[in-house]
């Protein structure tokens, strides 16, 4: 969290961390699905955008709610990049482990942000575990990137 939002959140009561995440995930689902997509798909995609902008700033959503629509955009994230792997498979015959990659970090992120709303008595564990992986694909993501994907078998 950036110094300007804890003073914001200091200053009228208010924590905008999960606002800040929440268009973060948009703004990487909108990333991720705007060049696959026709005009009109882009436009409906902007309108539910600033919708969803209006929403998350004027309404006071709960944590399990912030939890919940997290957890929704990644899962349309995990299933953009598992449409991408499959397709690249079934088309070249090849695997990519870039993409492979991908959809288990973000496998990680959905199980890390399902076990908060879903409550384990201890997930620190848990939480210690995936953020190690998590670290590992980071490490794999700072050497490999998409147009050069390393090996490929």
Do not use: C
């Not at 995609?45 to 929704?72: A, Q, R």
């Amino acid at each position: 969290m950036d110094p300007v939002s804890i003073l914001y959140g200091e200053i009228f009561n208010h924590d905008i961390s999960f606002n800040y995440y929440l268009i973060g995930n948009y703004l990487l689902l909108t990333s991720v699905i705007w060049n696959k997509n026709t005009s009109e798909i882009k436009y409906s995609l902007l309108v539910v955008g600033i919708f969803f902008l209006i929403l998350i700033y004027t309404i006071n959503f709960s944590i399990n709610d912030h939890l919940l629509i997290i957890i929704i955009i990644q899962t349309m994230l995990l299933l953009a990049f598992l449409k991408t792997f499959i397709v690249e498979y079934a088309f070249n015959s090849k695997l990519n482990y870039f993409y492979l990659a991908l959809v288990f970090y973000i496998l990680t992120i959905i199980s890390k942000f399902l076990i908060v709303l879903i409550g384990f008595v201890d997930a620190t564990a848990f939480f210690h575990f995936t953020t190690i992986v998590q670290i590992l694909f980071g490490l794999y993501f700072s050497f490999y990137r998409e147009n050069k994907p390393g090996k490929i078998v």
